[in-house]
């Protein structure tokens, strides 16, 4: 994910130059405002793929924030509040916030935050874009995205509905690692794992079914000590 813009709202200097300062060092672009006008005027004349606001910002405050970015668009959005009731109310509004932090702060939290909501926002992004294709191909892998097949050189692999959704999950984002815990995240739903061989289970019946020889594998490949990636370019279609 490169260019990042991130747009930072906060009326205490001290809170946006600290956040400023780390996320920084991840390389992001980094845009920074007072009060809830600055955030309106900001995002109507840049692109931006994350928002930090403040609760309580001078003359139009978080909420109302919030608000008015969600009627124009799903940008994830961490509101900063500063104390836990807050959050509590915040929820109760339903206004559509993505993410709360608390103050007190540990930035290095706040950091890993940014990264899950810009992980989450970049999968969602990708899932919107192939639901406008009937299907994505892979040197004669045809995965059929709206009656939920599988054909390998014009012949109808069967798969079950766990197996599909992993292989359409690693095929809309090609070359890119995953964990485990992060397949498990999004195919299963959930963040637990309660059988640590679910993962490698369902990518071994997958391989027995995709690969030419599933001892070597082209398509779903292991990257030693961190997880899987699934390789290839897409045909033209």
Known sequence: MENIRILIADDEKEIRDLLKKYLDREQYQIDL???GEDVLQLFDKKPYHLVILDLMMPKIDGVEVCR??????????MML????????????????ADDYITKPFSIHEVVARVKALLRRSFIRENSDNLLEKTSITFKGLTINLKNYTLTIAGKEI??????????KFFASQPEQVFTKTQLFRHVWGSDF?????????HIRKLRKKIEADPSNPTFIQTVWGIGYKFVGEQDEV
Do not use: C, H
Request: proline share 4%; hydrophobic share 40%; glycine share 6%.
């Open 158 to 167: 069967p798969l079950t509905a766990k197996e599909f959704e992993l292989l």
């Open 33 to 35: 405002a007072v009060n």
């Open 193 to 201: 794992i309660e059988d640590d061989n679910t993962v490698m289970v």
């Open 81 to 96: 509040t500063a104390k836990d009731q807050e959050v509590d109310k915040l929820l109760g509004l339903g206004i559509g």
């Open 68 to 77: 008015r970015l969600r009627t124009k668009s799903n940008v994830p959005i």
